[in-house]
């Protein structure tokens, strides 16, 4: 099975930085874009940052300035780099990628369990 796990959640004070991984695992063919959501108590979920197989980012605007996502292909893992952060962040951050599984054609999405950022004021 295909698996994506995120790592690096935790609590940290306003201003402070996290760091965020999140790999994917099992029988995988190929990986597209990766990226990251976040929802916060009785909230939707909203996309944070994207990036392309090529390395291409984007960001919501909340986080632009702050937050930036990289890649390891190598290692099929996503990053995102938090800084300054704000209470506002706190949130389960989720991981998400767009996978052809070995000996599939099809390409689906994946989602990982989640992690738990909580910025104290």
């Known amino acids: 099975q295909v698996q994506l796990v995120e790592s690096g959640g935790g609590l940290v004070q306003a201003g402070g930085s996290l760091r965020l991984s999140c790999a994917a695992s099992g029988s995988i063919f190929s990986i597209r874009t990766m990226g990251w959501y976040r929802q916060a108590p009785g909230k939707q979920r909203d996309l944070v940052a994207t990036i392309t197989n090529s390395g291409g980012a984007a960001y919501a605007d909340s986080v632009k300035g702050r937050f930036t996502i990289s890649r390891d292909n190598a290692k099929n893992t996503v990053y995102l780099q938090m800084n300054s952060l704000e209470p506002e962040d706190t949130a389960v951050y989720y991981c998400?990628?767009?996978?052809?599984?070995?000996?599939?054609?099809?390409?689906?999405?994946?989602w990982g369990q989640g992690t738990q950022v909580t910025v104290s004021s």
């Open positions: 998400n990628a767009v996978i052809r599984p070995q000996g599939q054609l099809n390409w689906l999405n994946y």
